[in-house]
């Protein structure tokens, strides 16, 4: 099987993409999983070339597993992951890679609820004592957020998650002048989903392009 015959069922369009997305993630929450693009014939078909639908760009949590949680499999995802899905350099040239070079017309930010990186900063707006080394840096790029959040809900953690997700979505497309052109001429979207640890679940959040 090649590369191009196992596209058939790849979507195309921001819309299926977040589509396809979506009812994997119903049968990851139902226990009724397919697993797709998980045999041999899928390994040797991307061996040699990648088209991923979709860039998910989320937290480095080990609970965040972007190809469980959505039940796809090899070659699907273009995954790209840091502590509280801050942004930086690293992070712009993947996600700039995948949109313009593979022509992946879907980037989702995942957050989740209960985050470390965004418990922190809430912990250091409270307390007024930042954490030692790198960790430091995190917190003070989640602080903008924290920020936010705290005028309308002090110590809602979720409720600061959720106002990162919409903060991350809105920097991707404005930091990003690759970005912004695809979304701005229809042929790409960035969305912010929040995922539920003990659920499974994802909710919509944020939207730029769709």
């Given amino acids: 099987m090649s590369i191009e015959d196992g ?37 040797t078909a991307v061996a040699t070339v990648q088209r991923p639908f979709a860039v998910l760009f989320g937290c480095s949590d080990s ?45 989702v930010v995942l957050g989740h609820d209960s985050c470390g990186a965004v418990t922190a900063s809430l912990d250091a707006l409270r307390d007024g004592v930042l954490p030692p080394g790198y960790v430091r840096d995190l917190v003070e790029r989640v602080m903008p957020s924290a920020l936010a959040a705290r005028g309308t809900a002090p110590d809602d953690v979720d409720a600061a998650v959720a106002e990162h ?5 809105g920097m991707l497309v404005e ?36």
């Fill in 175 to 210: 930091r990003s002048d690759i970005i912004a052109e695809r979304v701005a001429d229809g042929r790409c979207a960035v969305v912010g989903l929040s995922y539920r640890l003990a659920e499974g679940t994802v909710k919509q959040i944020a939207s730029r392009g769709l």
């Fill in 63 to 107: 609970r965040l597993a972007a190809e469980i949680i959505f039940d796809r499999g090899l070659g699907d995802l273009f995954v790209v992951r840091t502590a509280g899905h801050v942004v930086g350099p690293e992070v712009l040239g993947s996600i700039e890679y995948a949109v313009a070079v593979l022509d992946v017309p879907l980037v």
């Fill in 7 to 43: 596209r058939s069922d790849t979507p195309t369009s921001p819309a299926e993409a977040l589509a396809t997305l979506m009812t994997g993630n119903d049968r990851f929450v139902t226990g009724d999983r397919q697993h797709p693009h998980q045999d041999a014939d899928r390994r």
């Fill in 165 to 169: 997700i919409r903060y991350t979505t």
